[in-house]
């Protein structure tokens, strides 16, 4: 019945947007009476907050089996990581709109806890450290959590973007590039304290 009522609203969601779903509409949709969706959700949010919940969840399944191929760099890991992430988004971009806007619009993203948001990127920048990938004096969660954030303000524009953007792999895949090498030339000294640079 959860699940039923969960792709009634995703269904709905995907068709006229999130604003002008009633929970009596999803409540019809997936064919049950009204009260029974208050027994699943306690309110319409919550379908967006299940729904971000199983895209962590499919994303952590997915690195989990990728964390197991321990000869693979953090390079690669954090590739392979940006790349499922455009995949969830691209196989349904009108339905990852809206979910997405719906999802900041409530909050959501204000009410995560701070490490848990960045959990996927924080394991591979650790076990980058300790293969030597990754530089020891960076903070694996601040990193995560930077990753984190710059994926989900790319995804947010993404879906906002008119028609003729660029493919997300292509916008994540650049992202990744910026923050593993940074913006600064390296041109010059590369032993010059920072600001001479």
């Given at each position: 019945m959860h699940d039923r009522?969960?792709?009634?609203?995703?269904?709905?969601f995907a068709e006229q947007g999130y604003e002008r779903t009633t929970i009596d509409q999803i409540?019809?949709?997936?064919?049950?009476?009204?009260?029974?969706?208050?027994?699943h959700f306690q309110r319409k949010e919550d379908v967006v907050t299940t729904w971000a919940e199983q895209r962590q969840d499919d994303l952590r399944a997915f690195m989990d089996k990728s964390l197991s191929h321990r000869d693979d760099d953090a390079t690669v890991?954090?590739?392979?990581?940006?790349?499922?992430?455009?995949d969830f988004n691209e196989a349904e971009?009108?339905?990852?709109?809206?979910?997405?806007?719906?999802?900041?619009?409530?909050?959501?993203?204000?009410?995560?806890?701070?490490?848990?948001?960045g959990h996927v990127f924080t394991r591979v920048i650790t076990m980058g450290q300790t293969r030597g990938d990754i530089a020891r004096d960076i903070d694996p969660v601040v990193a995560g959590n930077m990753l984190r954030d710059a994926y989900l303000g790319l995804l947010y524009r993404w879906t906002q973007a008119a028609d003729g953007r660029a493919p997300l792999h292509v916008e994540l895949r650049a992202l990744l590039r910026i923050?593993?090498?940074?913006?600064?030339?390296?041109?010059?000294t590369p032993n010059a304290p920072l600001r001479d640079r």
């Open positions: 009522l969960y792709t009634a609203a995703l269904e709905l409540a019809e949709r997936a064919d049950v009476a009204r009260g029974t969706f208050f027994n890991q954090l590739e392979r990581c940006m790349a499922a992430l455009a971009p009108d339905l990852t709109r809206v979910m997405l806007t719906a999802w900041v619009r409530s909050g959501q993203p204000l009410l995560e806890e701070p490490d848990y948001a923050a593993l090498t940074g913006v600064l030339s390296w041109t010059r």
